[in-house]
């Protein structure tokens, strides 16, 4: 492990590094050795190498995850530099602070991940080459799978942040489907599980969680025709109908009234 005074030094290296944007989606560019800070990020990329190739020789990838965690700790001090860095606009290409973005992915540390993924995607940091994917649309799909494989696994506030990370950035049309399905689903969920007395029940109630579900799984269908979502949107639909008919909704309306704005 590091001494303190050498991970400050890694932190404040790192917060030096980079060159402001030089253009609107443009690159930053690669860190030289011939700088304190480019020897220090080299230096480091050794450890990170050596942690992929310790990593490719544990089998399960359940029994991964632990030692990512730990490895993941190396690169803190030189990742909230790069971060620091990133608030005052300068960026470089990190090798580093991208596969951390993958393995908090993989631990399930969504604030982490998504604070590395918005330096990411901001500075258009190129991905490793077996990505084989954008940082954005890797994101999107990565999130998305666990999300629709899983459940609960990915809290709807990261989904719906994720979306927002990705807007307006190329990549398959399948991916921000299944980004859509994903989030879907998840309102369907809110509206499965809904509270009129809860704190954060919206204003429309119910009925405006099916609303959004509904929207998100049509736009998924719209970018992709196999996705697989036509019954659930039938279904929804009609949940929804049932909701606005007098019967049910004068009942329904009575809890809406004390649902929040």
Not at 14 to 23: I, K, L, V
Not at 49 to 76: G, W, Y
Not at 126 to 146: D, Y
Request: glycine share 4%.
């Amino acid at each position: 492990m590091f001494s303190p005074a050498l991970r400050h030094r890694q932190r404040i290296l790192a917060a030096q590094a980079g060159e402001p944007e030089a253009a609107p989606n443009a690159p930053p560019p690669e860190l030289t050795k011939e700088s304190p800070a480019g020897q220090e990020y080299a230096a480091l990329r050794v450890a990170l190498h050596d942690n992929l190739r310790s990593l490719s020789d544990i089998a399960s990838i359940e029994a991964r995850n632990p030692v990512k965690v730990e490895m993941a700790r190396t690169f803190a001090p030189w990742i909230e530099g790069v971060l620091q860095a990133g608030e005052q606009g300068q960026a470089a290409q990190d090798e580093i602070l991208v596969w951390n973005l993958i393995w908090a992915i993989d631990y399930r540390d969504w604030d982490y991940a998504l604070r590395l993924a918005a330096h990411a995607i901001h500075f258009n940091l190129a991905s490793p080459e077996r990505m084989n994917s954008t940082i954005p649309c890797f994101l999107a799909e990565q999130v998305a799978t666990i999300s629709l494989t899983q459940n609960e696994a990915v809290p709807h506030e990261v989904l719906a942040r994720v979306l927002a990370l990705i807007d307006g950035r190329d990549m398959p049309d399948q991916a921000k489907a299944k980004l859509h399905k994903a989030l879907g689903r998840s309102f369907a969920r809110r509206a499965k599980a809904f509270d009129p007395a809860a704190d954060n029940a919206p204003a429309g109630g119910k009925a405006a969680y099916l609303t959004e579900a509904v929207a998100h799984l049509e736009r998924a269908l719209q970018l992709d025709n196999s996705i697989g979502v036509r019954s659930e949107i039938k279904a929804l639909k009609k949940v929804l109908e049932k909701l606005a008919s007098p019967e049910v909704s004068g009942t329904d309306g009575d809890a809406q009234k004390g649902a929040k704005p």
